[in-house]
């Protein structure tokens, strides 16, 4: 059975700072892909970014850097010069086939 | 412009009556899914539905239903038999990757259903 954990419930950070949002996954399967949502209070859920489990490379996406680290199972969000719009929660997510499974969420807080 | 609608945004019901939320998208997905989503917690797959005219049971399938006729709309009811059914509801979409993995899904902007 595949299993997201999110150790951190909530986090602080000062603004322009950078953030590290942490992820750790249980998988069999060797093909997967991991995720990372965000959830402002409006409830949307919005689409960061992409890791497929055969990328070399971590993935990148404007601010938002996802830190892969296969070995360890770790596919942790690096969010770079936090604004005070990143405050939100944030999700992490595997997806080894059809199914996705999503973590418990940290609630990021961006202060001024 | 793309994009997966739900409505309302607001529901408010009688114990003991079915609902049905709708869930309606225009970009072309062929698989959608049903989320309930409960105060400070994760996602949890209510349904889901790869084609037309099929659909899985999720992790919390009881007391739910869901019907695939067309590809655009995938509607949830919430029955009676749903012991607890007040919850943020969550309808998305989404493409096969590589290597049998899924791509990003995308979502609606949610229902939130009371139930007094």
């Known amino acids: 059975a595949q299993k997201i954990t999110q150790t951190q419930p909530g986090m602080f950070v000062q603004e322009k700072e950078a953030v590290t949002l942490d992820c750790t996954y249980d998988?069999?399967?060797?093909?997967?892909?991991l995720f990372w949502y965000k959830q402002p209070s409006s409830g949307e859920m919005i689409f960061l970014i992409y890791?497929?489990?055969?990328?070399?490379q971590n993935a990148t996406e404007g601010r938002y850097s996802l830190n892969f680290q296969k070995a360890r199972k770790s596919a942790n969000l690096v969010i770079s010069a936090s604004q005070l719009g990143d405050s939100a929660m944030y999700f992490c997510?595997?997806?080894?086939?059809?199914?996705?499974?999503f973590g418990a969420g940290t609630r990021l807080f961006v202060k001024a | 412009d793309g994009g997966i609608t739900q409505s309302p945004k607001y529901l408010f019901r009688k114990e003991g009556q079915n609902v049905t939320l709708s869930c309606e998208q225009n970009?072309?997905?062929?698989?959608m899914y049903w989320y309930r989503q409960d105060p400070g917690q994760g996602l949890r797959l209510i349904y889901y539905?790869?084609?037309?005219?099929?659909?899985q049971k999720g992790d919390i399938a009881e007391g739910y239903s869901v019907s695939r006729e067309k590809k655009e709309s995938f509607p949830l009811t919430v029955t009676s038999a749903q012991k607890n059914p007040t919850a943020f509801y969550l309808c998305?979409?989404?493409?096969?990757?590589?290597?049998?993995?899924?791509?990003?899904?995308?979502f609606g902007p949610g229902t939130r259903l009371t139930v007094l």
């Open positions: 539905s790869q084609i037309v005219n099929d659909f």
């Open positions: 997510a595997i997806s080894p086939g059809f199914k996705t499974i």
């Open positions: 890791q497929g489990s055969y990328d070399e």
């Open positions: 970009l072309n997905h062929d698989a």
């Open positions: 998305a979409s989404g493409t096969p990757g590589l290597a049998g993995t899924y791509n990003e899904q995308f």
């Open positions: 998988t069999s399967d060797q093909s997967y892909g």
